[in-house]
């Protein structure tokens, strides 16, 4: 698990926050309150009145235009919580302001933009960490050390899923979300997972049974996905748009030596046991699940700012779990497997 390093001496990373939505309030929250090495300097939202909400209660300044935050000299570090089809623009504007760059997942929602942002900011020479807090979990984190140090053999058989808590709106679900949005996640804890292996090709299968009303306007609530890897693994990665009992997200690693799980959505280690049985809470959110993973991203974020590193996850990691979720898409359309495309050096 990566460990905030930064010296206590150093001054924190002065940082504005861009998309003051559901995980920007969570974020800047974070970063306001729980980040040693981050100070909130400015929180930018083009819907009127928002960034001043959040901003207000932080301490921070509120703009509605992030082209401010850009220009503004006492920001060096921009943390992009905007909605996802914003983010290689804003990528691309951050790093080329010098700023370096923290950017919620998916970095980009195709992979000429995922180049254009990666391009920006190596040209540009700043850091570019992207959101996948899912490392940042002491279980996930565990579980890779695990593998790292070859405590399950070699890697043969994975699995990573997903079950969001609920579907809200259906209606506002954008095309392929599931893959670009969700599965991403797995997507890069599978290749994480499976150290130095790359994915060759994908099987993706996709269904509404959650709201099948919204399925003829596009709308996909269920996927099954069979990854093969480089080194002869085979990995599913699984998600729903709707669990009864709450956020669950899980990773499992099959070896020649062994197998390592991750992951099991409750809220604490209690059990409580009465005439009804066992009962375990569970977390009923990402920002209750990932409270420890999202504080560590952004610390982590911090401490390769200061100390001059390279960000634990990059926008070349961002790169190749898009790659997976395109294939996907393809895979759904054509019905048959599909190569992965791999991503330039
Ligand atoms: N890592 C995770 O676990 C995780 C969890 C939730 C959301 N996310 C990602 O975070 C992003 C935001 O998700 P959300 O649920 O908070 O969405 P949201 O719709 O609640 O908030 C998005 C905000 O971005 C603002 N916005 C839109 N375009 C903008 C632009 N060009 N510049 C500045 N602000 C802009 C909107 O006004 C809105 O306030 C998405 O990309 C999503 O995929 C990641």
Known sequence: MPVPTSPAEAAPVRVGLIGAGRIGVSHATLLARRVAGARLVAVADPRPGVAADVAESLGARAEEDPAAIFAADDVEAVVITASSTAHAELVVAAARAGKAVFCEKPMAMSAEDAARAVAAA???????????????????????DAIEAGRIGSVQLMRSLTRDPGLANPAGVPPWTIFTQTLIHDFDALLWLNPGANAVSVHATADALVAPEFKDAGLLDTAVVVIRFDNGAIATAEASFSAAYG?????????????????????STRHLLTADGDTVETSRSDTDLFAVAYTGELAAFCDAVRGGTEPVVTGRD???????ALACIESVETGGTVDVKPVGA
């Open 122 to 144: 190596d040209e540009a020479g700043v850091s570019l960490q992207v959101g996948f807090n899912r490392r940042f979990d002491p279980g996930f984190a565990a579980a890779h």
């Open 247 to 267: 956020y669950d997200v899980r990773g499992e690693v099959f070896g020649s030596g062994g197998m390592v799980t991750a992951g099991d959505g409750s809220t």
């Open 318 to 324: 961002a790169q190749r779990a898009l790659a997976i």
